[in-house]
């Protein structure tokens, strides 16, 4: 049992991982289409020459990624890192001035004064409010600007 690239046309990553996911065939254990890659699906199956059979069937797939001696094999730690969600706040610190893309506040500027990684929660003080007040958001409702590691 391996996992093996199969190489489809851009954007087209999840019709492809739905349409093979829907042969339910028994030598095809599992599908991954990850949004950090693009072109390509993981599949982990029994021998990478069943998919001979189905990926004429299926329209965007492209092939398999192959080796000299047939479809190419990837390990598991090659898509392990595409197996664990990354937080929201990942990427953010202290002291980044950041915008609200969501939520009441939506649009408006701010300084980030304290990040909360395991509710995935950002506290933030409005640039242009009067009285300096903490707001706390969730850590996809906003967007760095500019962060004073760069």
Sequence with gaps: MGIYSVKTTASQERTVADMIAEKEMPEIHAVLAPDQLTSYVM???EDGNVFARIL????HANGVISGSDGPA?????EVEHFLSPTPDVEGIAEGDIVELIAG???????RVQRI??????????LYEATVPIPVTVRGDQIRVLDSEER
């Design 104 to 110: 009441p506040f939506k649009g408006e500027k701010a």
């Design 116 to 125: 909360d990684e395991g509710k995935d929660q950002v506290t933030v003080e």
């Design 43 to 45: 599949v982990e199956a």
């Design 56 to 59: 004429d069937e299926i329209p």
């Design 73 to 77: 094999e990837s390990g598991f730690s």
